[in-house]
């Protein structure tokens, strides 16, 4: 190597760090909705996700994106997705750790926190590679809404909450673990799935023949899906199988894969209905509740993914920051780059705080406090996470732009989770549809919001503003984003306050409920406890 090639002043891989019980305000949030035996059941998951070996899993699974095999060698359509080895570790590790349809059965069996667990799971274990994530949610997300039919409930559920990991078509119930995916869409309607034309013909034999094209099917490998087609009564909600019980593949003709701008390791489809065979789930007519059942968990998903990548930008960016010299200092011992570090401090753990409550509200039951604060945290903490991710990057700086970083992954990741199931405006607008018609929704979520009133006069004057923006019936729709904005910030900052360091709540409530907060972050008050907030976030390797 030429002289001039001396390598100083790079920082280190980052590598044996614990994403999960490293993590001081995911860990405190674990053992307060739950308990410290819950916290140490993932400590082997946590060793892992932080592990060389699963970095190079999620590398290798976004540059080796699947592959779509429409016909065999003979001519016969098989319709299968092909994937990289990696992918598979991903997948079998998630499962295997109970990040799928597993809290469905353990909460079941008396497990009162396994909601809980699992979510802190997935927010440790998904920082490794989000796109596996899509069809690991799909698997917990549907299993509410199946039980809506009993019957099909209990022949697939079993499969569906097993901790095991089977890849490849086979006949549902003879295999050890499934794996689920949803089709809604269609390429004329989008969110208005009311405008869905795939119809849906009922058979003597008590199943339906469906057809009509699905312009977004999630995970096209999986064994069953949830999908939408239209029935003389309305549209109405079909379990379809890949395989059918005779073990003939059903007709599910998937035409292409999508060219996406991130989740690049994630197989997302149109596929074609052709006489294909379904179930009905729930009453004709009421496809649209049915499948709701399973949106509002992927909701939860959504609020606990968008954290992921927060908390993965952050510790890559305070990683990079405590080992990086500029202008005579290392860059986290520089000021400026303190009030950068801990302002993304904040908004990592005001997203964890958030996302684990509504976990919690899972395993407690709270269907109403769910169904608002879902809602309003799936617009806001999914819409903050672009500009996170961006301003993490610029801490690398150049480094940061460069794919081996893994910067530019988790940037082209970030807008996903705002935009699936549903973009800011429909979020924003089903937070005013979810207070209209259910004032226990409400209620719930102003009880949580009381919970904090007093402790600081900020975080008083937020909650009169929404209250305010509640009682003025005008033009709400037009007021959509900033009502769903405003209740997302009043929750989080009443979790903070009551439970959060001082430093930490006091941060929050100056830059986000204050007013103090500019156009960018970075711009903590100068009263602001930086150092503390960055030592706080700090996630290094022991030693």
């Given at each position: 190597?030429?002289?001039t090639h001396?390598v100083?002043?790079?920082v280190?891989?980052?590598?044996?760090?614990d994403?999960i019980?490293g993590?001081?305000a995911?860990?405190?949030?674990c053992?307060?909705?739950?308990?410290?035996?819950?916290l140490?059941s993932?400590?082997?998951?946590g060793?892992?996700?932080?592990s060389?070996?699963?970095?190079?899993?999620?590398?290798?699974?976004?540059?080796?994106?699947?592959?779509?095999?429409?016909?065999?060698?003979y001519?016969?359509?098989?319709d299968e997705?092909?994937f990289?080895p990696?992918?598979?570790?991903?997948m079998r590790?998630?499962v295997?750790h109970?990040?799928?349809g597993v809290?469905?059965?353990?909460s079941?069996?008396?497990?009162?926190?396994?909601?809980?667990?699992?979510?802190?799971?997935?927010l440790?274990?998904t920082?490794?590679?989000m796109g596996?994530g899509c069809?690991t949610t799909?698997?917990?997300?549907v299993v509410?809404?199946?039980?809506r039919?009993?019957?099909?409930?209990a022949?697939f559920?079993p499969g569906?909450?097993?901790?095991?990991?089977q890849?490849g078509?086979?006949?549902?119930?003879g295999?050890r673990g499934?794996?689920?995916?949803?089709g809604?869409?269609e390429k004329?309607?989008?969110s208005?799935?009311r405008?869905n034309t795939?119809?849906?013909v009922?058979q003597?034999?008590?199943t339906?023949?469906?057809?009509g094209?699905?312009w977004?099917?999630s995970?096209?490998?999986?064994?069953?899906?949830?999908?939408?087609?239209v029935?003389d009564?309305?549209?109405?909600?079909?379990l379809v199988?890949?395989?059918?019980?005779d073990g003939t593949?059903?007709v599910?003709h998937?035409?292409?894969?999508?060219?996406?701008?991130?989740?690049?390791?994630n197989?997302?489809?149109?596929v074609?209905?052709?006489g294909t065979?379904?179930?009905?789930?729930?009453e004709?007519?009421?496809?649209v509740p049915?499948i709701?059942?399973?949106?509002?968990m992927t909701?939860?998903d959504?609020?606990?993914?968008s954290?992921?990548?927060?908390?993965?930008a952050?510790?890559?960016?305070?990683?990079?920051?405590?080992?990086r010299?500029a202008f005579?200092?290392?860059?986290?011992d520089?000021p400026?780059?303190q009030?950068?570090?801990?302002d993304?401090?904040v908004?990592?753990e005001?997203?964890?705080?958030?996302?684990v409550r509504?976990?919690a509200?899972?395993?407690?039951?709270?269907?109403?406090?769910l169904?608002?604060?879902?809602?309003?945290?799936?617009?806001w903490?999914c819409?903050r996470?672009?500009?996170?991710?961006a301003?993490a990057m610029e801490?690398?700086?150049?480094?940061?732009?460069?794919e081996?970083?893994?910067l530019?992954?988790l940037?082209?990741q970030?807008?996903?989770?705002?935009?699936w199931?549903?973009s800011?405006?429909?979020?924003?607008?089903?937070?005013?549809r979810?207070l209209g018609?259910?004032?226990?929704?409400?209620?719930a979520?102003?009880?949580?919001?009381?919970?904090a009133?007093g402790?600081?006069?900020?975080?008083?004057d937020?909650v009169?503003?929404?209250?305010?923006?509640?009682?003025?019936?005008?033009?709400?729709?037009?007021?959509?984003?900033?009502?769903?904005g405003?209740?997302?910030?009043?929750?989080?900052?009443?979790?903070?306050l009551?439970h959060?360091?001082?430093?930490?709540?006091?941060a929050?409530?100056?830059?986000?409920?204050?007013?103090?907060?500019?156009?960018?972050l970075?711009?903590?008050p100068?009263?602001?406890?930086?150092?503390?907030l960055?030592?706080r976030?700090?996630?290094?390797?022991?030693?």
């Open positions: 190597m030429p002289a001396e100083t002043n790079q280190p891989p980052l590598a044996g760090h994403p019980a993590d001081a995911l860990a405190e949030a053992v307060r909705h739950a308990d410290r035996a819950t140490d993932l400590a082997g998951l060793r892992l996700a932080g060389e070996q699963a970095q190079e899993w999620g590398r290798l699974a976004n540059e080796n994106p699947p592959r779509l095999r429409t016909h065999d060698r001519g016969h359509r098989i997705v092909e990289h990696a992918w598979h570790e991903l590790t998630a295997e109970g990040l799928a809290p469905w059965r353990a079941a069996a008396g497990d009162a926190h396994a909601h809980v667990r699992r979510a802190v799971g997935y440790g274990w920082q490794v590679e596996h069809p799909m698997t917990y997300a509410p809404a199946l039980r039919t009993p019957e099909l409930a022949r559920e569906l909450t097993a901790a095991a990991y890849f078509l086979a006949e549902p119930t295999k499934l794996i689920a995916g949803m809604m869409t004329q309607g989008g208005d799935v405008a795939t119809r849906a009922p003597l034999d008590g339906y023949r469906l057809t094209h699905k977004f099917t995970a096209p490998m999986s064994d069953l899906f949830l999908v939408l087609a029935l009564e309305g549209v109405s909600c079909f199988p890949r395989v059918l019980p593949r059903n599910f998937v035409q292409r894969l999508k060219d996406k701008l991130g989740d690049r390791s197989a997302s489809s149109e074609e209905f052709d065979t379904g179930w009905l789930v729930g004709p007519g009421r496809g049915a709701i059942e399973m949106v509002n909701r939860l959504c609020v606990l993914g954290a992921a990548t927060v908390r993965a952050l510790t890559q960016a305070g990683h990079h920051a405590r080992h010299s005579g200092a290392l860059l986290a520089q400026l780059m009030n950068v570090l801990a993304l401090a908004e990592s005001a997203a964890t705080a958030l996302a509504l976990a509200a899972v395993d407690a039951g709270e269907t109403a406090f169904r608002l604060a879902g809602a309003a945290a799936k617009f903490v819409k996470t672009p500009g996170v991710v301003e801490v690398l700086g150049g480094n940061g732009y460069v081996d970083s893994g530019p992954r940037y082209r970030s807008p996903l989770n705002s935009i199931e549903g800011g405006n429909v979020i924003a607008l089903d937070v005013l979810a018609r259910s004032s226990e929704s409400l209620a979520v102003t009880a949580e919001l009381e919970l009133r402790v600081d006069a900020r975080f008083d937020a009169k503003r929404l209250s305010a923006e509640l009682g003025d019936p005008d033009r709400l729709p037009l007021r959509a984003r900033r009502i769903a405003l209740l997302a910030l009043c929750l989080q900052g009443s979790l903070l009551r959060a360091p001082a430093p930490v709540a006091d929050f409530c100056a830059s986000r409920l204050g007013g103090d907060w500019g156009a960018v970075g711009t903590l100068a009263s602001t406890d930086v150092a503390s960055v030592r976030s700090s996630i290094e390797a022991p030693g």
